[in-house]
């Protein structure tokens, strides 16, 4: 293959309603071009070497022309759609996520050549739901820019309170039981907290939410005695970095998640992370970059989980704040740079 060929790429942007992948999409693009790569979206420009599908897309005929021409054929994926088989979510969002899911593997299935899955639990994951496939695979973490999510001075942190933060780009369908566990992790904490007498203890903890809430869900959830919940509504993501900084740590609410952008953000900025250990977190969290404790059911059905654990964890983080705060750079310095992430996708490519 002449060398003109292999570096052009085109890259299919992903099937709408599947998963946020618009910001690593932007991400790797902009990397190749620094790198000298010709980027292309048009499936039909039969010049590219390879041809990059972020996640899902409808061209499927496009595909197979571009397969049938010698173009080589890789797949990013994410997990799947399954909260709602879960609990209900409507019948548009219902037949919407099938048909997500439908696509995916069908791609998967026949028209993959290589296969990037986001963690080894999504990779797990689509080989126990429809087996393994013959196309080879590896995986990709997500990226950060680390120079951009990168730890301030500390001076940003509330010291009259303990501010958990949440972030999610909308909680709702399914996913607004993530706010009800942050409710109820805040909660556990002031009542662990108050059965203890130290003067110093902060009388406020505080779950920050960035992140699009329907006022009805909001209605469910009111403010306890030193419990405040504090809703920032959709931010800008270049207001990200400031808010990680701001907040003594971040509960990753999303269950069987399987690379949430989120996590890595805040642990570049030095936020430790807790959740539960499900989905990619056991992987992608240190052991000093934060805490993930057991679930304490199922959570594919949803069971409730165990709060009171997750709590006591959480406050081991809050009072260790420097510990965790320096492990939880370090990881992301070791795991999560943007540009390993795109110099692992141009071997991927150039393959």
Known sequence: MDLNKKTKVCVVPRLAGIGGMVSFQNKLVEGLIARGFDVSYDLSDLSSGSVLIVGGTKQIPGLWRARSKG????QRLDGMNWLHRVRPTGLQHYLRAEYGNMILQLIRSRLAQKIVYQSQFACSWWNRRYSP??????????????????????????TDRIRVLLVEGRLAGGYESGLENGVQLVREMKLILNSNFNTSIP????????????????????????????????????????????????????LNAACPNSVIEALACGTPVVSFDTGALPEMVGEFAGKIVPYGGDPWRLEPPDIKTLAKAAI??????????????????????????????IETLLD
Request: proline residues 4%; charged residues 25%.
């Open 71 to 74: 173009v080589r054929i890789i």
């Open 133 to 158: 496939v013959e196309a080879s695979d590896s995986v990709i973490y997500n990226g950060v820019d680390l120079r951009v999510f990168s730890p301030d001075d500390t001076s940003s942190l509330p």
């Open 203 to 254: 009388g406020i903890v505080e779950l920050t939410v960035a992140g699009r809430v329907d006022p009805q869900i909001k209605a469910n959830w009111k403010q306890d005695n030193g419990v405040v919940i504090n809703y920032l509504e959709q931010v800008p993501h270049e207001c990200i970095p400031t808010i990680d900084r701001s907040a003594h740590m971040l509960f990753s609410a999303d």
């Open 316 to 345: 081991e983080v809050y009072f260790n704040q420097m510990i965790f705060r320096v492990g939880a750079r370090r990881h992301a310095e070791r795991e999560f740079s943007v540009d390993t992430m795109v110099d692992r996708y």
